[in-house]
């Protein structure tokens, strides 16, 4: 199954995550959720993987830019999918789908161990 890699195309975190996956030689298809969005059905099937909290990036641009009264309104689950939906570029980044398992973030170690290297790959 070829891995599917959400997040925003220019963001540094992403740039990394797209060199080692190459590096790795793994195939993947990149959804920029930025310029696409996201559906609301994805959107929901990560609420149930990860918190709310966990998924909302507040030390980036995006979140500090917001309106306080738009922070201020997110205080559940329902509340965060909502600013979600309308400012996608909330969400952390990156996140990576392959079947059933997601990861959320670029963590080496822990790709390392969800996707083995290749033999011969990089």
Not at 5 to 24: E, N, P, V
Request: net charge neutral.
């Amino acid at each position: 199954m070829t891995i599917q890699i959400y997040g925003i195309r220019h963001c540094d975190t992403m740039k990394k995550a797209f060199a080692w996956l190459d590096s790795q030689g793994l195939e993947y298809r990149f959804h920029d959720y930025q310029k696409a969005g996201v559906p609301m059905a994805e959107l929901r099937h990560w609420l149930e993987r990860w918190d709310w909290e966990v998924l909302i990036n507040r030390k980036g641009t995006t979140w500090r830019r917001l309106p306080e009264h738009e922070r201020e309104i997110v205080v559940d689950a329902e509340s965060a999918l909502r600013l979600m939906e309308t400012h996608p570029s909330l969400i952390r980044r990156p996140i990576l789908t392959d079947g059933d398992q997601g990861l959320l973030g670029f963590d080496v170690a822990a790709w390392a161990q969800a996707f083995p290297i290749r033999h011969g790959a990089g």
